[in-house]
Nanobody, 114 residues
Framework: VQLVESGGGEVQAGGSLKLSCATS????????MGWYRQSPGNQREMVVD???????TYADSVKGRFTISKDHFKNTMYLEMNTLKPEDTAVYFC?????????WGQGTQVTVSS
């Protein structure tokens, strides 16, 4: 199993970024997956989760600004982030699998300057 994120970078507040998570070795159309983030001094927090049943849950802090999508031909999921705020600054990690057996990417840094 391999998950590789890309697309992070630095952007000004109000800007947009689109993160990618290329996966291999998983049943992409079935496995639960999503994104977490972690900023310095804070615990890792859920950004968006797509459950085994296909239910999508966003953190309140990103609702209406972030959108997850999946390309089943490329086995890649995306996180489109709009109207970014300085408090969105964090390392973003994609994951796949259940809480009992979860795989993580290496993370990609997103920095939002005010």
């Amino acid at each position: 199993v391999q998950l590789v994120e890309s697309g992070g970078g630095e952007v000004q507040a109000g800007g947009s970024l689109k993160l990618s998570c290329a996966t291999s070795g998983i049943l992409f159309s079935v496995w639960p997956m999503g994104w977490y983030r972690q900023s310095p001094g804070n615990q890792r927090e859920m950004v968006v989760d797509v459950s085994l049943e296909g239910t999508t849950t966003y953190a309140d802090s990103v609702k209406g600004r972030f959108t997850i999508s999946k390309d089943h031909f490329k086995n890649t999921m995306y996180l489109e982030m709009n109207t970014l705020k300085p408090e969105d600054t964090a390392v973003y990690f994609c994951y796949a699998g259940s809480t009992n057996a979860r795989y993580w990417g290496q993370g990609t840094q997103v920095t939002v300057s005010s």
